[in-house]
């Protein structure tokens, strides 16, 4: 079974700019989880989704969004990107997401850097 | 506010020499705790979960356990190519698949 894909691998912006990373998840897996990750603060939770609705957010300001599609796969976008926002952005998916119990499988991230 | 600590922040062993990991969380309403393995430039690979106090899983030199406070993964006779960073993070109940995650512990085993 092909594991959690990613795309771009690395991206380089400047600032003010706007980025869409993109996730397909497992074959049969609904939940998609994205966290960043940064040298400082380790990983953080940015939002979940599951049938194509939000179901749970971190503490990240408004310029962090997503969305998810019927096939289960999943952007977000950020948008006025600040130098802070530089880091690896990881996309996790698990079959249902619910109860806190479900492992998550991730992929290998995107990294990037603004300028 | 749940919260994760592991210690120490790094770890130098020698091959062949044992240790262990240490992850202390505090959560309301613990469903999870989970293992992940981070090799730098690329995303955690999922090594254990575990679910109630006293459980204890195995998996080639690694065996993880867990009590109500803390959860600790031992490394028996560790090679080189165990160096990684090791990631504890927990899931709770309500939060679905919000992860929360330790800092990590970043192993270094030489030859």
């Known amino acids: 079974k092909a594991g959690v894909t990613q795309t771009p691998r690395y991206l380089i912006k400047t600032r003010g700019q706007q980025v869409t990373l993109s996730c397909s998840p497992i074959?049969?897996?609904?939940?998609v989880s994205w966290y960043q990750q940064t040298p400082g603060q380790g990983l953080q939770f940015l939002f979940e989704?599951?049938?194509?609705?939000?179901?749970n957010k971190g503490n990240f300001p408004g310029r962090f969004s997503g969305r998810q599609f019927s096939n289960s796969r999943s952007e977000m976008n950020v948008s006025t990107l600040e130098l802070g926002d530089s880091a690896l952005y990881l996309c996790?998916?698990?079959?249902?997401?619910?109860?806190?119990?479900?492992?998550?499988?991730f992929g290998p991230g995107t990294r990037l850097l603004v300028l | 506010e749940d919260q994760v600590t592991q210690s120490p922040e790094a770890l130098r062993l020698q091959e062949g020499e044992s240790s262990s990991l240490n992850c202390s969380y505090t959560?309301?309403?613990?469903?999870?705790l989970f293992w992940y393995r981070q090799d730098p430039g690329k995303g955690p690979e999922f090594l254990f979960t575990?679910?109630?106090a006293g459980e204890e899983k195995e998996k080639e030199r690694l065996k993880a356990t867990l009590t109500k406070k803390e959860s600790f993964l031992h490394i028996t006779a560790p090679k080189p190519e165990d160096s990684a960073t090791y990631l504890c993070?927990?899931?709770?109940?309500?939060?679905?698949?919000?992860?929360?995650f330790g800092k990590g512990i970043t192993l270094s085993v030489r030859p």
């Open positions: 074959s049969g897996h609904r939940s």
């Open positions: 993070a927990v899931g709770a109940s309500g939060a679905n698949s919000k992860l929360t």
């Open positions: 996790a998916s698990s079959i249902t997401g619910l109860a806190g119990s479900e492992t998550q499988y």
């Open positions: 575990l679910y109630s």
């Open positions: 959560v309301s309403g613990l469903r999870g």
């Open positions: 989704y599951f049938s194509e609705t939000q179901r």
